[in-house]
Each structure stands twice: as C-alpha cells, then as structure tokens.
C-alpha cells in the first residue's frame, strides 16, 4: 500500500473531531484528514482497513473544508461503524449519507472528491482522508 504523508497543517475545530489540511501541493491538491475519534492521535497501526468512497465537499476561498458529505458504504452503516461519528452535533445521518458541516465556515462550490474511510480495528470509522486538486479532478455537483 502506497503511503501518504499526513497533512502537516493542523487546524482545530468547534467539535470533537478535528480537521488537518496539507499545504498545497501543484501535483497533489490539497490532502484533508478528518479524525472523528477525539482526543488521539491517530497512528497507521490503529488503522485496520480503508475504504473507498466519493465524497461531495465544499471549500472555502482560503481552500478550508466548509462542508462535507458521502455516502456510507453498507458495511458501515451500523451503530458501531459510527460511534465516533454520530457523537456531534453538526454531523447529521439521512441514510445512507453522512453531513457535516464546518462551523465558522461557507463554501462557495460543491466538488467531487477521492476519499478513504479509515476503520480501526472494531469496525469503527476514526478517520477519512480526501483529496482535492483544485482545477482537477473534483467535479461540480
């Protein structure tokens, strides 16, 4: 498996997750992590599986995430795949998809974007990685 470097910019959040955006990169876009399991840093050996999704987000002029939706893959649409999730108040689950919204934040466009969901060892989903190339391959919605 190809590793990425972690995105190097951390910027907290109003809410228990927190979310970290690379700086910029001409080849790569920016890379986003956001980590919905609270209060830890999140290793490579907690994570037991990644799985691919499409994610729908909206960035600010500044290139921060605003807001955020995918769809939940149907093994992880159970209780427990997303305990750390559904423990916010601005996240909102209208099966199967997932909506969050970035306090302090509003986006001018909705993009496409790669995304990897993150699941320890439990099954429970403690992260998603996105990639936007601005200009790219993000499609308007």
Same mark, same amino acid.
């Given at each position: 498996?190809?590793?990425?470097?972690?995105?190097?910019? +951390?910027?907290?959040?109003?809410?228990?997750?927190?979310?970290?955006?690379?700086?910029?990169?001409?080849?790569?876009?920016?890379?986003?992590?956001?980590?919905?399991?609270?209060?830890?840093?999140?290793?490579?050996?907690?994570?037991?599986?990644?799985?691919?999704?499409?994610?729908?987000?909206? +960035?600010?002029?500044?290139?921060?995430?605003?807001?955020?939706?995918?769809?939940?893959?149907?093994?992880? *649409?159970?209780?427990?795949?997303?305990?750390?999730?559904?423990?916010?108040?601005?996240?909102?689950?209208?099966?199967? *998809?997932?909506?969050?919204? +970035?306090?302090?934040?509003?986006?001018?466009? +909705?993009?496409?974007?790669?995304?990897?969901?993150?699941?320890?060892?439990?099954?429970?989903?403690?992260?998603?990685?996105?990639?936007?190339?601005?200009?790219?391959?993000?499609?308007?919605?």
């Amino acid at each position: 498996m190809l590793q990425r470097p972690r995105p190097k910019e +951390v910027r907290l959040s109003y809410m228990p997750f927190k979310i970290e955006r690379s700086e910029f990169d001409p080849e790569d876009g920016f890379l986003y992590y956001v980590s919905f399991k609270p209060h830890l840093q999140i290793s490579t050996d907690e994570i037991k599986t990644r799985m691919p999704v499409e994610a729908a987000i909206s +960035v600010s002029e500044t290139g921060e995430l605003a807001d955020l939706t995918f769809e939940l893959p149907k093994p992880c *649409r159970n209780e427990m795949a997303m305990q750390f999730i559904r423990n916010d108040t601005m996240v909102d689950y209208i099966e199967p *998809r997932v909506l969050i919204a +970035v306090p302090g934040f509003s986006g001018d466009a +909705v993009l496409n974007a790669p995304a990897k969901l993150d699941l320890d060892l439990a099954g429970r989903i403690i992260g998603m990685e996105i990639q936007w190339q601005p200009g790219g391959s993000g499609i308007p919605n």
